[in-house]
Nanobody, 130 residues
Framework: QVELAESGGGSVQAGGSLRLSCAAS????????MGWFRQAPGKEREGVAV???????MYADSVKGRFTISKDNAKNTLSLQMNSLQPEDTAMYYC????????????????????????WGRGTQVSVSS
């Protein structure tokens, strides 16, 4: 059974940085997608960054140049380095994963995704004050 556990959320001032981590267990996929989603109060969940088994990455336009997704295969941990944080980045951040089928098209609102992820963590809160 796949389990995902996020950590690293917190409160920072605008311009600050945070690093989120997602510990994955029960993984047997050789070809996979792993990514980060976020959901602000009253808004739809959206994908912000995703990577696959080959290390390819994709970012939402709103975070390009500020966020970096990476995976430590030895530790089976997914990370999201978030720099230049802004109040609009305030949200619950979720780690997600699934088997790779036709790529990892996960950036954008979840309702628009053809193949949304199946496995989810419980989330970690990120709050950015101005």
């Amino acid at each position: 059974q796949v389990e995902l556990a996020e950590s690293g959320g917190g409160s920072v001032q605008a311009g600050g940085s945070l690093r989120l981590s997602c510990a994955a267990s029960g993984y047997t996929f050789r070809r996979y997608c792993m990514g980060w989603f976020r959901q602000a109060p009253g808004k739809e969940r959206e994908g912000v960054a995703v990577t696959d088994h080959d290390g390819n990455t994709m970012y939402a336009d709103s975070v390009k140049g500020r966020f970096t997704i990476s995976k430590d295969n030895a530790k089976n941990t997914l990370s999201l380095q978030m720099n230049s944080l802004q109040p609009e980045d305030t949200a619950m951040y979720y780690c997600a994963s699934d088997v790779y089928v036709l790529g990892c098209p996960w950036t954008g609102p979840i309702a628009t995704l053809t193949l949304p992820p199946y496995y989810w963590g419980r989330g970690t809160q990120v709050s950015v004050s101005s």
